[in-house]
């Protein structure tokens, strides 16, 4: 079973920053979060992942509670092409790299 | 363009055939996993490959079965194919090491009839 919970589906208006939350409650000391997102009928396309500090790259920031039992993807301007459905998962990379998928978070972007 | 490519792009196959499915990874990476992924569903782990020996599997029957070559290339084969068997499957490749990512490639669509 999948490791995180996340909401079905949000909303964002097209230019506001896009806050996809995610629940870990469960993660142990040495599993990363990870944010991957899947464009219809497309292969997953990594996003950004952390293990404890905040995290930015080009595409997006991760905010990572301190605690971490909990963590904020924020796509900062959202546009039409950020569409898609946003999975949050913890893995350990060099123990045995399989990804547990949940349902993830259907991101509707909305002009 | 994340360098792991799938082949075919689409297929249809018939009832009981069997099939070949194949997966470049990305240079430099030594996993590759596979993912099985229904209409409307997350993908599903199936089994991974590491360094051309089998290292996990998920809850799929036997008639799922896969080869890792040399060049970390590697092949998902489904035998006795059914209308259920319809699905995107994906691979993933990963170097297996710590604070890395791991790539997929666009899928395969299977179709069963």
């Known amino acids: 079973d999948a490791k995180t919970t996340q909401p079905p589906s949000m909303d964002c208006a097209e230019g506001r920053a896009a806050n996809l939350p995610c629940n870990h409650s469960t993660i142990s000391g040495n599993e990363y979060v990870y944010w991957y997102r899947q464009i219809h009928s497309q292969g997953p396309q990594y996003i950004i992942h952390?293990?404890?500090n905040n995290e930015t790259n080009e595409m997006a920031s991760l905010i990572i509670t301190e605690d971490r039992k909990s963590s904020t993807l924020i796509l900062p301007h959202a546009t039409l092409r950020d569409t898609a459905v946003y999975y949050c998962?913890?893995?350990?990379?060099?123990?045995?790299?399989?990804?547990?998928f949940g349902k993830g978070t259907r991101l509707h972007i909305l002009p | 363009e994340t360098g792991v490519t799938q082949s075919p792009t689409h297929l249809i196959k018939t009832r009981g055939q069997q099939v070949t499915l194949r997966c470049s990874s990305q240079s430099g990476h030594n996993t590759v996993s596979w993912y099985q992924q229904a209409l409307g569903q997350g993908p599903q782990f199936i089994f991974q490959?590491?360094?051309?020996?089998?290292?996990g599997r998920g809850n799929f029957p036997p008639r799922f079965s896969g080869l890792q070559f040399p060049n970390y290339s590697s092949e998902l084969n489904v035998n006795a194919l059914e209308l259920d068997d319809s699905a995107l499957y994906l691979c993933a490749s990963s170097p297996r090491q710590p604070n890395t990512e791991a790539f997929f490639g666009q899928g395969t669509r299977l179709t069963v009839v």
């Open positions: 998962i913890v893995r350990v990379a060099y123990r045995d790299d399989k990804i547990i």
């Open positions: 952390g293990l404890k």
């Open positions: 490959y590491y360094r051309e020996e089998e290292n």
